[in-house]
């Protein structure tokens, strides 16, 4: 059984910078694929920033230069470094996780639950 926990989401002012967490758990074989998304009220799911298994990571225009992905392959956990926040940036922040579980062939891909990040100006 595969499990994400996401932290870090919060209320901040704007400029101000958060960390969210990604923590992957349960009987894994390799992550290929991880990515942050986010959904403001009203608005379609966007993606945010991804990163590959090799490392690559890609951003949306509207966060890059202000956000950071980055992993840690030990604990397998992804995080979202996130700077000099603006009200526009207001959503819930979900991981998205694309693994080789141990139980099943093939890739599966995983999301977390979820976690708010309001700025205020």
């Known amino acids: 059984q595969v499990q994400l926990v996401e932290s870090g989401g919060g209320l901040v002012q704007a400029g101000g910078s958060l960390r969210l967490s990604c923590a992957v758990s349960?009987?894994?074989?390799?992550?290929?694929?991880m990515s942050w998304f986010r959904q403001a009220p009203g608005k379609p799911r966007e993606l945010v920033a991804g990163m590959t298994s090799g490392g690559d990571t890609n951003y949306a225009d509207s966060v890059r230069g202000r956000f950071s992905i980055s992993r840690d392959n030990a604990k397998n956990t992804v995080f979202l470094q996130m700077n000099s926040l603006k009200p526009e940036d207001t959503a819930v922040y979900y991981c998205?996780?694309?693994?080789?579980?141990?139980?099943?062939?093939?890739?599966?891909?995983?999301w977390g639950q979820g976690t708010q990040v309001t700025v205020s100006s």
């Open positions: 998205n996780i694309v693994l080789r579980p141990r139980a099943t062939p093939g890739l599966a891909v995983y």
């Open positions: 349960g009987s894994i074989f390799s992550i290929n694929g």
